[in-house]
């Protein structure tokens, strides 16, 4: 039955590659290149296509601005099946944007550090993947200088998000409170997911009014960092994305230790991972509530809700064993209820936990292998198993779907995957929690 599931999976991913050399993330939802969607997708091509999964890292790197930027979406090409598209984002308002490639003026968690090490472990040609390394990782390099120099503003190791679709979870009840400060007009535009999905688990026509609004006020200031930072109304400090640039600095660090040389950039990565770590720890775990939590920088407080993200330091080694321990506790306590799935994306006990709207309570496949990654790094094992094995359960009962309603009871009346369908990173994770 499993090899029925993995050539599934390997065909989900083969259909949705495209000629230009990348993957879509699902056919008339996602028609573009997605940032981290990319890094995910080439972890499962890495099992069985190693080729295609270097061909997706080096077309999302042929769309790098030259100030060290990767994009969220690429465009590459034309499509009436998406909006926001290119002649919304305008990306060539930024001088450093290349001319070749549309693409948006906002990205997504850097994942491509610990990407590039996964490809290496998995590899069997070392020889070949290493030469491929050597030709990407001052890339990803450059990616990683951008936010240190652009994205912390106060100087402390911690990078900020000017938009809630950089932090990758789109619609989260975190950023609620942020939308209550501000009041963007209506804007007139057609709404393309909700064609091809169920509106009601899809963000509101309002909540796309502040998400357009926030464009707008970057595009006004040619989506220059110095400006954003002083006038977006949303500017974030997100654990998660800070959990995985500090994890891609690491595994950056290691590759550059195996390739040889590279002294001055090992001990930036290395410095900047331990200035970065001390203030993780320091502004955004609250030990009242056991977890790390969103800082929102503009306001000056933390937002107090607990999410899947509030875990993922434990993917970078933040936490010392004791704090591990307590945030092992706090997990268990709040997602950890025997009548859910692992993991919910915003705390069950919520009272804005929707099981079935996007980032708003369901099981998302790659917040459950970050999890599970960080889990095994604790030696937290049995809850690790936990996450994979509900990951494996959830798509071989469902589908390859983008998301996954979290109640059990649900799952034993009816199919709980919901959004796009043949999704490729579910594919992907499938095929790496297998092989892992």
Known sequence: ??????????????????????????????????????????????????????????????????NGFIPHIVFHITSNTYFPGPKFHLSSLHPDAPKKLSSTGMTQPPVLGFVLERLYDISKDKENILQFIKLQIDKIYANHIYFYSQR?????????????????????????????????PKYKFERKDTTHVDPSQRPTNREYDHYLNIIEIAKTHNYNDEKIALHSPFLVIDPLFNSILIRSNEALIRLYKILGGNKEKINYLKKQNFKSIDALNKKLFRNDLGAYVHYDLRNEKHILSLSSSSFSPLFCGAPNKKRGIKLLNTFMNK?????????ASFNPKDKKFNPKKYWRGPVWINLNWIL??????????????????????????????????????????????????NFSWSA????????D
């Open 152 to 184: 912390d503003i106060n100087d402390e190791g911690l990078v900020y998000i000017y938009h809630n679709w950089e932090s990758g979870t789109d619609n989260s009840p975190l950023w609620d409170d942020i939308w209550k400060t501000m009041n963007p």
């Open 372 to 421: 599970y990654n960080g889990l095994k790094r604790y030696g937290f094992n049995e809850i690790a198993q936990r996450i994979k094995d509900d990951s494996i359960f959830l798509i071989e009962k469902n589908g390859f779907y983008e998301y996954f309603d979290p109640r059990k009871k649900i799952s034993n009346i009816e199919n709980i995957g919901y959004g796009g369908s």
């Open 1 to 66: 039955m499993k090899n029925t599931f993995v050539k599934k999976a390997q065909d989900i991913l083969n259909e949705n590659f495209q000629e230009g050399g990348y993957t879509i993330p699902s056919k008339k939802l996602y028609p573009f290149q997605w940032k981290w969607d990319s890094g995910f997708i080439a972890l499962g091509y890495a099992h069985f296509d190693m080729s295609k999964a270097k061909k997706e890292i080096e077309t999302l790197l042929d769309a790098q601005w030259s």
């Open 428 to 435: 992907a994770l499938y095929l790496d929690f297998l092989n």
């Open 335 to 343: 997602f950890g209820d025997p009548k859910y799935y692992l993991c």
